[in-house]
């Protein structure tokens, strides 16, 4: 089994960059469904495959687009993440997930992944190190029960602190996969 950590497309968010940060949940822009429409192209979806994919609107967006919206769970645990974490940075409005009871007014039909956590509220983008890595490595450990492989759509941050866990040293902010890029675990 495999998994994929995939970053959404290019977000209206970064239209007029750093100006629109504190957009609340900003879409894809149309370059990025086109970077999404090309890496369509390179994933082999099987039917036993499952998408795990934060509780934002442009990876939701980029989700379905890969997916037509099958085999896909929305989970805050994949949800934005500073890197690096530092309690003097705050979030920016553009990273506020989706209250839990809000995704079904939006993306109707979607399955969610509570996973039993009191974290939509706040999402895991400040919680402390140790708090993160502990439900991190519980999802990660759910990921490797199940039959298909794994694709996590998720956001730079998000995808480096995981590829750390993981066991990447020395990650820094260069190695962000960047707009619909990806990173591949094999034999996870």
């Known amino acids: 089994m495999d998994i994929t950590f995939i970053r959404h497309g290019h977000g209206e968010h970064l239209i007029d960059y750093p100006n629109r940060l504190n957009e609340l949940h900003p879409g894809l822009t149309e370059r990025?469904?086109?970077?999404?429409?090309?890496?369509?192209?390179?994933?082999?979806?099987?039917?036993?495959?499952?998408?795990?994919?934060?509780?934002?609107?442009?990876?939701?967006?980029?989700?379905?687009?890969?997916?037509?919206?099958?085999?896909?769970?929305?989970?805050?645990?994949?949800?934005?993440?500073?890197?690096?974490?530092?309690?003097?940075?705050?979030?920016?409005?553009?990273?506020?997930?989706?209250?839990?009871?809000?995704?079904?007014?939006?993306?109707?039909?979607?399955?969610?992944?509570?996973?039993?956590?009191?974290?939509?509220?706040?999402?895991?983008?400040?919680?402390?190190?140790?708090?993160?890595?502990?439900?991190?490595?519980g999802l990660l450990q759910w990921c490797r029960e199940q039959d298909g492989n794994i694709y996590i759509i998720s956001h730079d941050g998000t995808i480096t602190n995981y590829r750390i866990l993981l066991g990447e040293k020395g990650l820094s902010r260069r190695d962000f996969l960047g707009e619909a890029g990806m990173h591949i675990f094999k034999n996870f």
């Not at 989706?98 to 919680?127: A, H």
């Open 32 to 137: 990025g469904k086109s970077q999404v429409t090309t890496l369509c192209k390179q994933l082999k979806l099987d039917p036993h495959d499952i998408i795990l994919v934060s509780p934002t609107r442009r990876t939701i967006e980029t989700a379905l687009l890969l997916s037509a919206g099958e085999h896909l769970t929305i989970c805050p645990l994949v949800g934005p993440r500073m890197f690096p974490q530092n309690p003097k940075f705050v979030p920016f409005i553009c990273d506020q997930i989706y209250p839990k009871e809000e995704l079904d007014t939006q993306f109707p039909g979607l399955s969610v992944m509570d996973y039993g956590l009191e974290c939509w509220e706040e999402g895991i983008n400040r919680m402390d190190k140790h708090q993160f890595e502990v439900l991190a490595r």
